[in-house]
């Protein structure tokens, strides 16, 4: 990892609007700020092994608690993606899982490794449909 990460900052031109956006590397985690890896490490404990620095524990209880979180949104937004892999981890998980048993689901099906998971599920929840967050 390098030092320091330079975040794209851009301002609307626009005098009313005040919008801004910011453009981060891919491996971070959004809204997160967190390397993806730091957050599985973290929220799938067990899974991820690292020597990674702290982090506090109302971070990760708030991970934790966004993962225990239903994922019906997101068994959906599967069940609709037309593809046979994504269709098939929405039907083993059903509308009740949660979000990590989707995670895991997805992971056994596409062989993700460990410290990629999170990232490889939030990924591809972006490219299906904009908006639509893991965590």
Known sequence: MPPVVRVAQ????A?????TWRILPKFLARH???VWKTVERVA??????????PVPERTQ????????????????LLAASGGFVLES?????GLDASRAELVHA???????????????V????????????LM
């Open 10 to 13: 851009y301002i609307c031109a």
């Open 106 to 120: 997805y992971a056994e099906q596409t062989e993700v490794p460990c410290g990629a998971r999170l990232a490889a």
């Open 61 to 76: 209880h708030r991970w934790r608690t966004r993962l225990a979180a239903a994922a019906r949104v997101l068994v959906v």
């Open 32 to 34: 997160l700020w967190r």
């Open 122 to 133: 939030a990924a591809l929840t972006h490219r299906l449909e904009r908006g639509i967050r």
């Open 15 to 19: 005098v009313e609007c005040s919008a």
């Open 44 to 53: 799938l404990p067990g899974d991820v092994p690292s020597a990674a620095p």
């Open 89 to 93: 981890v929405a039907a083993q998980v």
